[in-house]
């Protein structure tokens, strides 16, 4: 069962200040949250995006400043073609696997970051790494002297593939889902530089987070 528009609408309260560009980044239409006609909400920062559809029922397309809700001037960007529908590689979370669960990839997700911030990396830069079923989620790969790697527990479809990232703002993104209450949760991934995908079709919740270039890990 899909959740409410009015819970839909609180999540964007909530979560979509964290996917805008802050207060003086040059790009003012950005700090706000833009009401698309067709019902869908979007916030982006231009590295991450937050799209929430059948969130409300406003006939004209408007901005909102994320954090005042004060009207914001300016066109907002075209972002309906941003995200990736076909998703080669795909890592499902749902409540109703046991091992595949929202909750257990959340709290992988704040070590890595923490083991990032430890050792003074200020990109926050993890990685996914999928061979067949095996999922793993790792920090600081080279010779830093705070590492992570765990497994994640979550099914897989798919090519193997790796990708790196921000891992604030994938714990950002998982954050969303668990607020939502999300039964199940698909991450895709495209291409080692491609958009990555987490999408909850039932909410009609899309995320997308853009990669870091790969770096050769060290021997």
Not at 100 to 124: H, P
Not at 180 to 187: C, E, K, L, P, Y
Not at 197 to 216: A, C, F, S
């Amino acid at each position: 069962m899909s959740i409410s528009q009015a819970k839909k609408l609180e999540l964007i309260t909530k979560h979509a200040k964290k996917f805008t560009v802050k207060p003086g980044g040059g790009t003012p239409v950005l700090e706000g949250v833009h009401y698309n006609a067709d019902g869908s909400v979007v916030a982006t920062d231009r590295h991450t995006l937050l799209r929430i559809g059948g969130a409300h029922n406003f006939a004209e397309a408007f901005t909102s400043h994320a954090k005042t809700g004060a009207p914001v001037d300016g066109q907002y960007p075209d972002t309906s073609r941003i995200i990736p529908m076909e998703l080669p590689t795909q890592i499902t979370l749902s409540e109703t696997v046991k091992r595949a669960d929202l909750k257990d990839a959340i709290a992988r997700t704040k070590v890595a970051l923490e083991a990032t911030k430890l050792s003074g990396d200020k990109l926050y830069k993890a990685r996914l790494t999928i061979v067949g079923d095996s999922v793993r989620l790792s920090a600081n790969n080279d010779d830093l002297p705070y590492r992570f790697s765990a497994g994640v527990n979550a099914d897989t479809f798919g090519q193997d593939a790796e990708v790196s990232f921000n891992a604030e703002y994938l714990l950002n993104a998982l954050n969303v889902f668990k607020d939502a209450g999300s039964q199940r949760v698909t991450i895709g991934i495209t291409g080692a530089m491609s958009p990555i995908v987490l999408r909850d079709e039932e909410n009609e919740i899309d995320i997308v987070v853009l990669p870091y270039r790969l770096q050769k890990e060290a021997a």
